[in-house]
Structure formats: structure tokens, C-alpha cells
């Protein structure tokens, strides 16, 4: 699998998933899931209300990813992850690495070959950026899918890209 890292906007992104950060109400935020609900139109809101009366009644475990239809967004499906709220005192890396894992896994399921990821937990959640990039590399580059052959990250700003860069460079 590729690993691409490209400055932009998710919702524009041509790939066959897009993977949300989103909170565990799955009723939608702000950030990327704003954004993306936005501009996808009312049908994903509508399957997110699906799920939660039937499969997660209590909302999506952080660390978790299930898909929904993109609405009117050029990908095919969404794929909804919640990343964990940053601590300073607790390591919660593992779960952000959780989110894409299962992103991916769920993204391979589907058949999707092209799938692209926002910098999952450092905005609202306040994850510092660097290690954002470092655990999504981590997990990325060592992943090997049946069917996804392009894992894209997506930063957003030129200052994010750079920053990513750096880190990939090592
Ligand atoms: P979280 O609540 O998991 O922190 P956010 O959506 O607040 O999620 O932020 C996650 C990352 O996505 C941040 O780096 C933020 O700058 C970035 N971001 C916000 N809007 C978009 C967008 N439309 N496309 C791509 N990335 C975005």
C-alpha cells in the first residue's frame, strides 16, 4: 500500500472512502465531521441515526470505525472513527491507532482501493500534530490490506503538510 500525504480538504478528496474523525454521538461536530456532513448532504446523518438505534445505542467506542454512505460527496462511503481526546498525563496513543486500524480494516472490507484520512484527534481533541502524523505513519506503513492499494493522508494547511514531512523524513 502507498502512503500519500497531501495538503487539502477531505471532502473534495476523489478516493473511494473518507475516513471521519467524529465524535461517538456519531450526530455530527465540528472540524472535519462539520464539514463533511456539510457538504455530503442529510443522507449521512441519516445512516449515523441508524446506527445508533441499532447497533450503538450507547454512541461509537473511541477506537472504533463503521461505514455510511458519502451522500452527495464524490467518495463512495465514509468511514467514522473517534479518535481519543488528547491527556497529558494518560498515553492514549493506542486508541488512536485503533482508529486507523479499524478504518483501514473496515475501508479493505468494503473493497475500497483508495482511502484518505484526516489527522484523526489533533484538532478539537487537541492531539499534538507531530505525534498525530508519527502514530498515523506508524500504523499505515505497516499495514498490508488485500485491496487498498493508497492510504492518503490528508493535512490541513500548508504548515500541517510541512510538519508531516518532517516527520515521515524522519
Ligand atoms: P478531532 O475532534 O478528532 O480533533 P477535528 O476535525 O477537530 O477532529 O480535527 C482533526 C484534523 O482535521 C485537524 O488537523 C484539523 O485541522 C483537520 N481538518 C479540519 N477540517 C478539515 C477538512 N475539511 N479536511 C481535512 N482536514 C480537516
Not at 473511494?16 to 465540528?30: K, P, Q, T, Y
Not at 448532504?41 to 458519502?70: D, H, M
Request: hydrophobic residues 45%.
Amino acid at each position: 500500500m502507498e502512503i500519500t500525504l497531501v495538503e487539502g480538504d477531505i471532502t473534495t478528496q476523489r478516493v473511494d472512502a473518507i475516513v471521519n474523525a467524529a465524535n461517538s454521538s456519531l450526530l455530527g461536530g465540528g472540524g472535519v465531521d462539520g464539514a463533511i456532513h456539510r457538504r455530503g448532504g442529510p443522507a449521512i446523518l441519516e445512516e449515523c441515526r441508524a446506527l445508533r438505534a441499532s447497533r450503538y445505542g450507547k454512541g461509537l467506542p473511541t477506537g472504533q470505525a463503521v461505514a455510511t454512505t458519502a451522500g452527495k460527496l464524490p467518495a463512495r462511503w465514509v468511514i467514522h472513527t473517534v479518535g481519543p481526546v488528547w491527556s497529558a498525563t494518560e498515553d492514549r496513543s493506542a486508541l488512536l491507532r485503533d482508529c486507523y486500524a479499524n478504518s483501514l480494516r473496515v475501508a479493505d472490507e468494503l473493497g475500497a482501493a483508495t482511502v484518505a484520512f484526516p489527522l484523526v484527534s489533533a484538532g478539537i481533541y487537541g492531539w499534538p500534530v507531530e505525534d498525530a502524523v508519527r502514530q498515523a505513519l506508524g500504523v499505515l506503513g505497516a499495514a498490508t490490506p488485500a485491496r487498498v492499494t493508497e492510504a492518503r493522508l490528508v493535512l490541513f494547511g500548508a504548515e500541517t503538510l510541512r510538519v508531516a514531512e518532517r516527520v515521515r523524513a524522519g
